[in-house]
């Protein structure tokens, strides 16, 4: 990430229910505009930064567990739906948190965009960035 990404970062929920912090920077920050991430967000894209899963710490807890797709396991607040974390059995180690609950999300710029064969076709994202059409998985495991 870039140099203007803070050392610590933190976030929280809409309601403040469940908050986090985590000790080391993002080794990726991807938009993901498959429709598995579009219905579990609401959102017309997804963007997460995708972390060691060691590296972040979740107070009481990450969240409510729910499991859609085999070896997709997200989380939400039970309290007030916000969605938390994406973990992938394709991604070993590695946490993925949505952009949005992050306090520091405008110093998190995505580097890389997942599924954009699936971007909704009015959408359009004005970047110089790499588009991957289907999953991004063999690079966001090359660390
Ligand atoms: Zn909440
Ligand atoms: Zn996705």
């Known amino acids: 990430m870039g140099t203007s990404c803070p050392e610590k970062l933190t976030g929280h929920c809409y309601c403040g229910a ?11 920050v991807a938009y993901c505009h498959c429709d598995s991430c579009r219905r579990s967000t609401g959102g017309a894209v997804a963007a997460f930064a995708g972390f060691k899963e060691n590296a972040v710490t979740f107070t009481p807890h990450r969240g409510q567990e729910v499991t859609v797709k085999p070896g ?3 989380t939400f607040c039970a309290d007030c739906g916000s969605s938390l974390t994406g973990s992938y059995d394709y991604l070993p180690d ?5 952009i949005g609950v992050i306090d520091q999300a405008d110093a998190l710029t995505p580097n890389i965009h997942c599924h954009d064969a699936e971007r909704l076709s009015w959408l359009h994202i004005d970047d110089e960035l790499e588009r991957m059409p289907e999953s991004a998985r063999a690079k966001l495991n090359d660390h």
């Open 18 to 28: 469940i908050t986090f912090s985590a000790s080391e920077k993002p080794e990726d």
């Open 72 to 74: 997709a396991k997200r």
């Open 94 to 98: 590695q946490i993925y948190i949505a």
